[in-house]
Nanobody, 113 residues
């Protein structure tokens, strides 16, 4: 089992940027495909972006061309660079190791003026 810890959330104005980090402990991150999900208030959790162990990526249509998922296997960390943020991006963001039961605790992102 891999333990995941997210960081980097916060309050940002519309049009701003944030970079989320997901650090893995207890296992080698490079073995896993990883993903970021988010859950807004009163909404279902949704997939935002995922990256395979080989580095292939895909994105939800709502974030395509604004968000970038990446990984640094040497640092055992996955990132989500979020640009041109919109109020509808407000949510708790979670990282997960796909096909496992491992989830982080979540980090709050609030986009508001």
């Amino acid at each position: 089992q891999v333990r995941l810890v997210e960081s980097g959330g916060g309050l940002v104005q519309p049009g701003g940027s944030l970079r989320l980090s997901c650090a893995a402990f207890g296992n080698i991150l490079s073995a896993y495909s990883m993903a970021w999900y988010r859950q807004g208030s009163g909404k279902q959790r949704e997939l935002v972006a995922r990256i395979t162990s080989g580095g292939s990526t895909n994105y939800a249509d709502s974030v395509k061309d604004r968000f970038t998922i990446s990984r640094d296997n040497a640092k055992n960390t996955v990132y989500l660079q979020m640009n041109r943020l919109k109020p509808e991006d407000t949510a708790v963001y979670y990282c997960t190791a796909l096909y496992t039961a491992s989830w982080g605790q979540g980090t709050q992102v609030t986009v508001s003026s």
